[in-house]
C-alpha cells in the first residue's frame, strides 16, 4: 500500500493505490474515485505539468492516465517483470523504472517500447533517483553499489560501496539515501559530481526507513519509516528564493485557483515528452537515404539479368514444345528482370531487389522459392 | 510534512532580532545534560526549532569553523529569506533557511500581493515544451477573435471610383462615386458629414493637400466636358463675412464651411490628381501630366512622353519634388519637377493601375499590375524589381502602404482586399465578403489600424488591419499579455501544427478555383521550361528571373 508522494492539484484529490485497485480520496476522507484501469498498482506518480498519473503494477504493466480528461493515455507492458522501483525525472517527465535483471528503463507515454535501456547493476535495483537538473541519475542494486550516472552520456560517472533502500535528490543537489535504521547525506562540495558525505541521521534501532523525500524550498527532509514519519532538518538542501509564478509557499486560495486554471490552459500533451525537452522548436536533421552507386546498380542489373538467363525451363509435353515458343519465353524472362531498373531510371527510385535467393528469405518461406526443375 | 517556520510567538519572552532566535534556556541545558539519552528517544515531529536538538555530525571531522564552509555558495539569499540559527548542544551554530510570514505576505488587504522572483532555469523544466502549447493555443485563439469587418458605409448610388485620406484628420475620408457624388464620411460614426455637389460625370481621381485644407476632384462628366473643382475646407466656425469676397458657389451643411475656390473647365481628359507634400502644386494625368497651382487656372508646367493617356499619379512623400506615373502602354515613368522632361521609364508586360511609394523607405514605390500581381521597385533600379507579391487572382486595382512602410494593402477585380508585407511574396491576410464586389479603391488608415475599401457594389467598408485585434483602450497587463502572445507564436510559427492554424484563410469557392488553376498552369510551365533545358545544350537556354521576367525594358 503506499500513497503518492506527488500530490494531486487539490481539486484533484489524494491518489492511494491500495492492493486492488488505485483509489482517489479527497481531503475528508471519502472516496471520489476507483480507477479501476490501474489493477494491482505499486507505485504511482504524478506528471504535473501534463496532467498524468502513472501506475506501475504488479503484472509489470506501466499505465499513464490523464487525470484532467479521465483517459488512459497509454498501458504498456515492460516485459521485464515485477517491479516496484519507479522514479520520474523531473527535467523531462520521463518515468525511469528499475527491474530486477539490474536494467533501468526510462519511458514516456507515446512509444511501446521504452526510451533507453541501461544495464547499471548485477542484481535487482533497490532505488532511483533523478537530479532535477536532468543530467544525474543515482541507483541503488541489491548488489551493495550506488552508481551516479551521467543521463548525457549514459555512462556511470561514479561507483559506491553501499546498500541503499531509498535515495532522493534534493534541489541544490544533495543526495539522501536511506538504509536500514539509518540516512545519509551527501554532497559534492566542489560541483563536481563527487559526492561526499554530509551528514548522518540514525533512527532508533528497530524502525526501518521506507522512503526519504526532501521538502522542496525548505532544509527539510521527511524520512518515512515503520512508525511514521520523522522530519529533521538539512542546512542546504532547499532552494531559498522561490518564484511567485513557479512555485509559492505563501499562496492565497485566490492565487491557487488562477494557478489550477492557467495550468490546466497550458497542459502539456503527452507527445511532447522526450528524453531531451530542448528538441521542440528544432530543426530536424536531413535524412540522407543511402543511394546506391551508379556502378552497384549496373552490378544489381547484369546479375539479375544472368540469374533470367540461366534460368531451365520446363519441357512441355503433347507437342507444346516449339522452340521458338521456348525462346521467346525465355527473353520474357530477361526483360522482366530487366524493367525494375529501367523503371528506376524513369523515376529515380533505388529499385527494390526481389529477394530469390533461399538464403535472403526467412525460414518459414524458404519452401516457396522457386525450385530449379532438373 | 511539517514546514519549521520561526514562529515569533513562541518566543517572545526575549526580544529577538530578525532571523536570530535564542534557545530557551531549559531546553538548552537539558540538552546539554544527557544528549546522549535525547537522541535515543523517539523523534517526534519537531514544531519548534529545538525539540529534539538536531545531532549534525561531520563525517571526516572539521572544527567549528568550517560548518558553513561546505555549505554551497549559492545559498546567499536574493530574498529576505533569513536563516535561523540553530544551536546544537551548545556548541555549533548551522544555518538552515527560515522564512518570516510578515515579510512574503501583505500587510493589509488593500496592498497588492507580493511577488518574488528568481529566473533561474532549473526552477522551470520543459519550458520550451510549455512555449509550444502556449503559441498553439494562441493561434487557435487568434482565429477564433479574428473579426476584422467592423461595418459598412452607404450612400452612394453608383460604384466608387476613388479615395482620398486627410494627412491631418484621422477620422474622415473623401470618397468619390462615378455618378459625380463627392462625399465626406466620419469614420467613427460611419456616415456621411457632407456632400460636395458639382460633378456631373464619373470623378476619376480625389486627392487632399497635406496641411488639409484643399480637396482636389477631377473626373469626366457625360457631356465629355471635363471639370475640375478646387474646395476649401474649413472645420468649426461658421465665417458669414468672408462668403462675398469669393463669389463663387457657397455651401453651408451645420456647422462646416465649404467654398468652391475654384472651378476649372477644359477639354482635357483627366484620368487622376495627386497633391504634393507640403507644398502648393498638385499634378493631374490625362493625355500628359499637367502641374497645377492652387491659384492659378493654367497649369505651371506640363510633361509628354510618348502618345498614351497617362491613367495615375502619384508624388514621393519623401523627396517633395519627385513623381511616378503609369500609362496605357504599360509603362512607369519617373518625373522630377526641376528637370525640365521626364526622368526615366519602364516598360513591362502588362499595364500598371496604380503605384504606392513607400512613406517609410521613400525610394521604393509598388505597382499593383493588370497581371494580377504586384511588383516593388527601387526607384534608383528600375531593370528589376526588388520583390514581386503574387497571390491575387485577377487585376490589381488600387494600392496604397501603411504608415509603418511594413505592409500595403491591395484591392483586386477579384472582389478580394489583400494586405502584404513589404518585402514578402504572398499576402498575410485576405479580406472578402459575398456583398462586395470589384474593389476599386483601398486607403489605409493613417494610424494603421484601419483599412478602408470602395467597391463596386457602392459601399465603403471599414476594415480592422490585424484581424483579430482588440480594439478601443486595452489595459497595461492585456497588452504585456497579447505581446507575449504574438512573440511566442512568431517564435515558433514555423512547426507544422501552428504553421497551419495560422495560415489558413477561408477562400470563396471561385478565388479559391482560379487560384488552383493558376498554380496548375504555372507548374506546367515551369515543368516544360526543365524539359526543354534538360534536353538541349547545357547553357543555350536560360531562365530569367520572375524579378526581370515581366520588364520589357528600361528607357532613360
Known amino acids: ?374 | 510534512m511539517v514546514l519549521i517556520r520561526s514562529n515569533p510567538f513562541r518566543f517572545n519572552r526575549m526580544p529577538c532580532r530578525p532571523g536570530r532566535v535564542e534557545p530557551c534556556p531549559e531546553r538548552a541545558a537539558d540538552a546539554a545534560a544527557a544528549p546522549r539519552t535525547r537522541a535515543r528517544c523517539a523523534p517526534r515531529c519537531s514544531k519548534t526549532l529545538f525539540s529534539p536538538p538536531i545531532r549534525v555530525v561531520l563525517l571526516g571531522g572539521g572544527s567549528l569553523s568550517s560548518v558553513p564552509a561546505p555549505l554551497p555558495a549559492t545559498h546567499r539569499r536574493a530574498q529576505s529569506t533569513s536563516s535561523c540559527d540553530v544551536t546544537v548542544s551548545g556548541s555549533m551554530k548551522v544555518k538552515v533557511i527560515s522564512r518570516s510570514t510578515e515579510e512574503f505576505t501583505r500587510e493589509r488587504s488593500q496592498d497588492l500581493q507580493r511577488t518574488f522572483r528568481n529566473y533561474d532555469p532549473a526552477l522551470r523544466p520543459q519550458e520550451k515544451a510549455v512555449e509550444y502549447t502556449r503559441a498553439l493555443n494562441a493561434a487557435k485563439l487568434d482565429k477564433i477573435f479574428a473579426r476584422p469587418f467592423i461595418g459598412a458605409m452607404d450612400g452612394h448610388v453608383d460604384g466608387i471610383s476613388c479615395m482620398a485620406k486627410n494627412p491631418n484628420h484621422l477620422k474622415g475620408i473623401f470618397s468619390a462615386s462615378m455618378d459625380g457624388d463627392v462625399r465626406l464620411w466620419d469614420l467613427a460614426s460611419r456616415r456621411t458629414v457632407c456632400q460636395f455637389p458639382g460633378h456631373q460625370g464619373a470623378v476619376r481621381g480625389l486627392t487632399a493637400s497635406t496641411d488639409g485644407d484643399i480637396l482636389v476632384s477631377c473626373g469626366t462628366d457625360c457631356t465629355d466636358f471635363v471639370h475640375l473643382s478646387h474646395w476649401q475646407f474649413m472645420h468649426g466656425s461658421m465665417l458669414s463675412g468672408t462668403f462675398q469676397s469669393f463669389g463663387e458657389r457657397v455651401f453651408i451643411i451645420s456647422c462646416h464651411v465649404i467654398i468652391l475656390l475654384n472651378l476649372i473647365l477644359s477639354v482635357k481628359d483627366y484620368r487622376a490628381v495627386d497633391h504634393q507634400w507640403n507644398s502648393n502644386l498638385f499634378a493631374t494625368a490625362g493625355a500628359q501630366v499637367d502641374i497645377w497651382d492652387h491659384n492659378r487656372s493654367e497649369p505651371v508646367s506640363s510633361f509628354e512622353w510618348g502618345k498614351d493617356t497617362v491613367i495615375s499619379v502619384r508624388f514621393n512623400p519623401g523627396e517633395p519634388n519627385l513623381l511616378t506615373t503609369s500609362a496605357s502602354d504599360r509603362s512607369i515613368t519617373l518625373y522630377d519637377l526641376r528637370m525640365s522632361s521626364p526622368a526615366r521609364k519602364l516598360i513591362m508586360k502588362t499595364k500598371t493601375n496604380a503605384i504606392a511609394w513607400n512613406p517609410m523607405e521613400p525610394m521604393n514605390f509598388t505597382a499593383a499590375n493588370e497581371d494580377s500581381n504586384c511588383y516593388s521597385y527601387d526607384a534608383r533600379k528600375l531593370d528589376e524589381a526588388k520583390c514581386v507579391h503574387q497571390d491575387h487572382v485577377s487585376a490589381v486595382m488600387d494600392i496604397d502602404y501603411s504608415p509603418t512602410g511594413r505592409e500595403f494593402v491591395t484591392g483586386s477585380y477579384d472582389r478580394t482586399v489583400r494586405i502584404f508585407p513589404y518585402n514578402g511574396g504572398r499576402s498575410r491576410e485576405i479580406y472578402h465578403t459575398k456583398r462586395m464586389q470589384r474593389v476599386f479603391c483601398v486607403k489605409y488608415s493613417c494610424d494603421g489600424t484601419y483599412i478602408i475599401s470602395g467597391s463596386d457594389d457602392t459601399n465603403l467598408r471599414l476594415w480592422k488591419a490585424k484581424a483579430s485585434e482588440q480594439l478601443g483602450v486595452i489595459l497595461p497587463r492585456e497588452r504585456k499579455k497579447q505581446e507575449y502572445l504574438d512573440a511566442v507564436k512568431e517564435r515558433y510559427k514555423h512547426l507544422p501544427e501552428v504553421k497551419r492554424i495560422v495560415r489558413h484563410r477561408h477562400l470563396p469557392k471561385p478565388i479559391y478555383k482560379a487560384a488552383t488553376m493558376r498554380r496548375t498552369m504555372i507548374e506546367t510551365e515551369r515543368k516544360k521550361e526543365k524539359r526543354r533545358k534538360a534536353h538541349s545544350a547545357p547553357g543555350s537556354i536560360t531562365t530569367q528571373p520572375f524579378r526581370k521576367r515581366r520588364i520589357i525594358k528600361e528607357v532613360e
Request: glycine share 8%.
Open chain 1, 1 to 374: 500500500m503506499e500513497v503518492s508522494v506527488n500530490l494531486l492539484p487539490p481539486m484533484f484529490g489524494i491518489p492511494i493505490a491500495l492492493s486492488r485497485y488505485t483509489y482517489i480520496y479527497n481531503k475528508d476522507s471519502t472516496e471520489i474515485h476507483c480507477l479501476k484501469e490501474h489493477e494491482g498498482p505499486l507505485k504511482l506518480q504524478y506528471l504535473d505539468k501534463h496532467f498524468l498519473l502513472v501506475s506501475i503494477n504488479k503484472f509489470g504493466q506501466l499505465i499513464y492516465q490523464d487525470v484532467s480528461t479521465g483517459e488512459i493515455v497509454a498501458n504498456y507492458r515492460t516485459r521485464l517483470g515485477r517491479t516496484d522501483v519507479m522514479q520520474k525525472n523531473p527535467y523531462n517527465a520521463v518515468i525511469g523504472l528499475g527491474h530486477s535483471g539490474g536494467k533501468i528503463t526510462m519511458w514516456k507515454p507515446t512509444s511501446v517500447k521504452p526510451l533507453a535501456t541501461m544495464l547499471c547493476h548485477n542484481g535487482p535495483v533497490a532505488s532511483i533517483a533523478f537530479h532535477g537538473e536532468g543530467h544525474l541519475m543515482a541507483t541503488a542494486g541489491m548488489d551493495r553499489k550506488i552508481k551516479l550516472w551521467d543521463l548525457r552520456k549514459f555512462q556511470v560517472i561514479r561507483s559506491y560501496a553501499g546498500h541503499a533502500k531509498t535515495l532522493d535528490f534534493s534541489q541544490k543537489g544533495l543526495l539522501a539515501v536511506g538504509n536500514g535504521s539509518y540516512v545519509q547525506i551527501w554532497q559534492d562540495s566542489l560541483g563536481n559530481q563527487n559526492y561526499g558525505p554530509y551528514m548522518n541521521h540514525s533512527l532508533v534501532k528497530g524502525y526501518q526507513i521506507e522512503k526519504v523525500c526532501f521538502c522542496p524550498y525548505e532544509d527539510v527532509l521527511g524520512i518515512g519509516h515503520s512508525r511514521g514519519i520523522s522530519t529533521i532538518l538539512v542546512p542546504g538542501s532547499g532552494e531559498p528564493n522561490f518564484d511567485t509564478w513557479v512555485a509559492n509557499p505563501y499562496e492565497t486560495t485566490r492565487q491557487r485557483r488562477e494557478k489550477e486554471v492557467h495550468a490546466l490552459i497550458d497542459k502539456l500533451q503527452p507527445e511532447t515528452i522526450m528524453l531531451d525537452p530542448s528538441n521542440i522548436g528544432t530543426v530536424r536533421p536531413p535524412v540522407k537515404k543511402e543511394r546506391p552507386s551508379k556502378q552497384e546498380i549496373e552490378a544489381e542489373e547484369e546479375a539479375a539479368v544472368s540469374a533470367a538467363k540461366n534460368i531451365t525451363l520446363k519441357n512441355k509435353t503433347k507437342g507444346r514444345n516449339k522452340p521458338s515458343k521456348k525462346l521467346k519465353k525465355k527473353q520474357e524472362e530477361i526483360s522482366r528482370a530487366k524493367r525494375p531498373f529501367l523503371e528506376q531510371q524513369r523515376n529515380g527510385l533505388p529499385v527494390k531487389r526481389l529477394r530469390t535467393d533461399e538464403h535472403d528469405l526467412p525460414r518459414s518461406l524458404q519452401r516457396f522459392v522457386r525450385k530449379k526443375s532438373s
